[in-house]
Nanobody
Framework: QVQLVESGGGLVQPGGSLRLSCAAS????????MGWYRQAPGKQRELVAT????????NYADSVKGRFSISRDLAKNTVYLQMNSLKPEDTADYYC?????????????WGQGTLVTVSS
C-alpha cells in the first residue's frame, strides 16, 4: 500500500502565504513525479503544479505562475507547495497526486485533500 499524507492547509488572508506538504510512504520502489491539484466548490479539479523527482522539472498552471513554487525532498519522498500572494480565487480543496512505481507496477495515487481558504 502507498499512503499520501498532506498537511498545511488552513485559513489565510488575501496576500498571505501557506505551505502545503505531502509525504509518500509505504511499499514503494520509486517516486516518479508528484504534484498538486485543486477543486473549488462547483468546479472541476484542476492542475496546480507538478514536479518530476528525477531532474526536478516543474509545470505550473498559468493562474499560479509567479506566486506558487513546488519543490521536493528526495530523501523524504515529500513534495511541498509554497503559496504566496494568495487570492480568494485560490480557495479550494488541494489534493496531492503521485506517480509511483511499486515493484514493477506504475500507478497514480491521491491524497485525501487539504482545504485552503483565502478570506478576510
Amino acid at each position: 500500500q502507498v499512503q499520501l499524507v498532506e498537511s498545511g492547509g488552513g485559513l489565510v488572508q488575501p496576500g498571505g502565504s501557506l505551505r502545503l506538504s505531502c509525504a509518500a510512504s509505504g511499499r514503494l520502489s520509486s517516486v516518479n513525479a508528484m504534484g498538486w491539484y485543486r477543486q473549488a466548490p462547483g468546479k472541476q479539479r484542476e492542475l496546480v503544479a507538478t514536479i518530476t523527482f528525477v531532474g526536478g522539472r516543474t509545470n505550473y498552471a498559468d493562474s499560479v505562475k509567479g506566486r506558487f513554487s513546488i519543490s521536493r525532498d528526495l530523501a523524504k519522498n515529500t513534495v511541498y507547495l509554497q503559496m504566496n500572494s494568495l487570492k480568494p480565487e485560490d480557495t479550494a480543496d488541494y489534493y496531492c497526486n503521485a506517480d509511483i512505481t511499486r515493484l514493477f507496477n506504475r500507478g497514480e495515487y491521491w491524497g485525501q485533500g487539504t482545504l485552503v481558504t483565502v478570506s478576510s
